[in-house]
């Protein structure tokens, strides 16, 4: 097997201390057979989150956070290569930021197009390229605009580190880290 590899935003500098956090774990399934469950465990985790923030900014944390971890939450489920297997979020608060991992194990097509999406993320016409994805998003292949709008609208840092496990599956992890800045803006 070969390294693992590193694209994106990813680094493995220390984040400095961590003043909270959560890690849950899941077998895929369980979302899989109610998607309303992705939505709920979402909603939780960021409502617990909120209360890192002021007061008047936890309606916004609430929303912003929900939809971070939902996104997350939501691709390590469906693109998990065997539904029995567990998937992992974690978000920690470092104080000035936010990160959020998700760990699963998936098929190598899609750590190729996982790939793929993260480095278009580089790209500084992210407008442009959004307006392209929702227009191509019907057809068959299309790639989700999901970690576009983190990116786009929250100005997230996504990166991921995957590595082979057997010939066909990879160990994925995908992070996100969100300044409480932009948190606190919306």
Known sequence: M?????????SHADPGPRLGALELELRALEIVVHWRRCGLTADWLAGFFAYDFEIEARAAAVSVLSTVANELLENAVKFCSDKQRAVRITIQNHGEFLRFQTYNRARAAHVSTLRSAIE??????????????????????????????????????IGARVEPCTADEWDVEVRVDLDAAEVEQR
């Open 2 to 10: 070969s390294d693992p590899a590193l694209f994106g935003d990813f």
């Open 120 to 157: 278009a993320l580089s790209d500084d016409a992210l407008e442009q390229l959004f307006a392209e994805r929702v227009q191509h998003q019907a057809e068959p292949g299309a790639s989700g605009i999901g970690l576009l709008l983190l990116k786009k609208d929250y100005r997230a840092r």
